[in-house]
T-cell receptor
Framework: DTGVSQDPRHKITKRGQNVTFRCDPI?????LYWYRQTLGQGPEFLTY????????KSRLLSDRFSAERPKGSFSTLEIQRTEQGDSAMYLC????????????FGEGSWLTVV | AQRVTQPEKLLSVFKGAPVELKCNYS??????LFWYVQYSRQRLQLLLR??SRESIKGFTADLNKGETSFHLKKPFAQEEDSAMYYC??????????FGQGTRLTINP
């Protein structure tokens, strides 16, 4: 087990509702990434954190999306006023600086907006 | 812009046959390339990286800078190799850029 856990694993929500996903890395993984994956596509980068600092955001991350990583531990990804186009798998991945470039992924959170 | 291209969305071979999953990239610097695999209902996991030049589960991949390719190969496919395979390039702050993936099916 890579130690990256995500919650919830599945979420069905009505359009216009807000949803929040949580990612728990293992404690020493100081870099944390969020990716989005739609059917038939590879994962697309959304944002990443170095400890608690959010250092980069993709243009894919509209104003309705916000991510946080308080205290540099777990992270949350919130989507406000969900749209059907937000339906996707949201992946969390973590990495340890100073080690080989191995990025570990969680199992993902499936979002379906109806 | 950095890009990873996997030209085949689907690849089907018979058990025991050789497998080659193609990956091409565009990158202005010195690339660091990976193959990730996702078995059914499991998380993405690292299969191999080019800098370690290792063989994992019988798979190898050689970085060809002249052709900007990092094709994944296995001489004899096994049924348990059926999975989604993603080629990825690391960019900047260890941010992975993925190809669209190839679904490999090994027929008995």
């Amino acid at each position: 087990d890579t130690g990256v856990s995500q919650d919830p694993r599945h979420k069905i929500t009505k359009r216009g509702q807000n949803v929040t996903f949580r990612c728990d890395p293992i404690s020493e993984h100081n870099r944390l990434y969020w990716y989005r994956q739609t059917l038939g596509q590879g994962p697309e980068f959304l944002t990443y954190f170095q400890n608690e600092a959010q250092l980069e955001k993709s243009r894919l991350l509209s104003d309705r999306f916000s991510a946080e990583r308080p205290k540099g531990s777990f992270s949350t990804l919130e989507i406000q006023r969900t749209e059907q186009g937000d339906s996707a798998m949201y992946l969390c991945a973590t990495y340890v600086l100073g080690t080989e470039n191995t990025i570990y992924f969680g199992e993902g959170s499936w979002l379906t907006v109806v | 812009a950095q890009r990873v291209t996997q030209p085949e969305k689907l690849l089907s071979v018979f058990k025991g046959a050789p497998v080659e999953l193609k990956c091409n990239y565009s990158y202005s610097g010195s690339p660091e390339l990976f193959w990730y695999v996702q078995y059914s209902r499991q998380r993405l996991q690292l299969l191999l990286r080019h800098i370690s030049r290792e063989s994992i589960k019988g798979f190898t991949a050689d970085l060809n800078k002249g052709e900007t390719s990092f094709h994944l190969k296995k001489p004899f496919a096994q049924e348990e190799d059926s999975a989604m395979y993603y080629c990825a390039l690391i960019q900047g702050a260890q941010k992975l850029v993925f190809g669209q993936g190839t679904r490999l099916t090994i027929n008995p």
